[in-house]
């Protein structure tokens, strides 16, 4: 067996987002197989480590540190750290998103989207600074293999960075096992902690501008549909405007912000749901879509970039830029039981064609390709 070292930084978000969701995921799949050794790299600089880790065995080494990140950093990116000089000897590296690391050793690097290249006005400018300082392209380019999460992300390296495609395997995320279609008992019981009392469109993801909210906002009000607006998420970066723009709309009192829901409660919001509706302009690969699909929902949503390569025929896609196309796919799914139904069978079935276990067989592969 190989030794392989995990960068599991991804797994100290707070509120845990989509790439922090891959990293855990992949990992345990990873681990299951049982085919290589792993070490997981973790510096928690003032921070408590993370309660679902994968513990310690003989083929699972935990190396955990709480040096400052700045130091930290600063040692990778000048090249006077080396990452083995922490983590003793192994025989590759993965990064299960793109950071500070410097090793000799052959390094296996994800990209979950090129959002802050293609659309750097929606980032802040300390985002800019991070992604400038890491030296994306430097990172990308003396990786022994890339992996991406998606083909669209695949071409956008292709494109954006001049790297053959030889170089580059797609990865693909899946849904929790937990994201299945819920009781109704359990649905009630969510919508009533929510005050969700009328039918409902769902968003859910982190408030920011490239989720397109206010473009939703504005389908919402031309929409003929009686279902309210509920949004939920954690508030991101520059989503200022979003709620600017709820308080301008002549429908604010049928559009609900529900903050940040945790995990449990996230399959009965899906459920409970008219349609899951994600005009996003753009995506890497887009796991809320995925996890509606998963629970039975319809999907409204973008055909921007990733998303019609990840919904397929299983919802109905429309023009991020066009409120109107994004408001009659919403009253369409709203008004047509028949295509709700059907949307809903095929989002069953398109949600199992990703799995966990299948995209670790892949990666896995990857390994050996560095190593051999």
């Given at each position: 067996m190989k030794r392989i070292a995990i960068d599991i930084r991804p797994l100290l978000e707070e509120r845990r987002g989509g790439v922090a969701t891959y990293t855990a995921e992949l990992t345990r799949a990873l681990i299951a197989r049982n085919d290589h050794r792993y070490a997981l790299f973790l510096n928690a600089w003032k921070r408590g480590l993370p309660t679902d880790l994968p513990v310690e065995s003989d083929k699972v080494q935990r190396r955990f540190f709480n040096y400052p990140n700045r130091l930290l950093n600063a040692g990778f990116r000048l090249g006077f750290l080396k990452l083995e000089r922490l983590m003793g000897d192994f025989d590759a590296l993965w990064l299960p998103n793109m950071n500070f690391v410097a090793t000799e050793r052959?390094?296996?690097?994800?990209?979950?989207?090129?959002?802050?290249?293609?659309y750097p006005r929606f980032f802040t400018a300390k985002q800019r600074l991070w992604h400038n300082l890491v030296g994306v392209r430097r990172l990308l380019t003396k990786a022994s293999a890339i992996t991406a999460v998606s083909e669209h992300t695949k071409s956008d390296i292709m494109e954006t960075m001049g790297i053959p495609e030889s170089r580059i395997t797609v990865v693909y995320p899946a849904a929790g096992t937990n994201y299945v279609s819920a009781p109704e008992t359990e649905v009630n019981r969510v919508r009533a902690f929510y005050g969700l009392q009328q039918p409902y469109f769902l968003f859910l993801a982190v408030l920011e501008p490239r989720k397109n909210l206010e473009g939703l906002i504005d389908a919402f009000d031309i929409s003929k549909t009686d279902a309210d607006l509920v949004i939920a998420g954690g508030r991101g970066w520059l989503c200022e405007d979003i709620f600017r723009r709820a308080a301008r709309s002549p429908k604010k009192d049928r559009i609900r912000f529900i903050g940040y829901v945790p995990e449990a409660d996230k399959p009965a919001l899906y459920t409970g749901a008219v349609a899951f509706t994600y005009?996003?302009?753009?995506?890497g690969f887009g796991m809320p879509p995925l996890e509606a699909m998963a629970?039975?929902?319809?999907v409204v949503a973008s055909r921007a970039t990733s998303l019609g390569e990840v919904i397929g025929n299983a919802g109905l896609l429309a023009d991020p830029y066009d409120a109107t196309e994004i408001a009659r796919a919403m009253d369409a799914v709203a008004s047509d039981t028949h295509l709700r139904a059907i949307l809903r069978e095929r989002g069953l079935a398109r949600a199992k064609d990703f799995t966990w276990e299948k995209s670790a067989a892949v990666l896995s592969g990857v390994f050996e390709k560095v190593i051999g």
């Open positions: 052959p390094t296996v690097v994800t990209v979950h989207d090129l959002s802050f290249l293609r005009p996003s302009f753009y995506e629970c039975g929902t319809p």
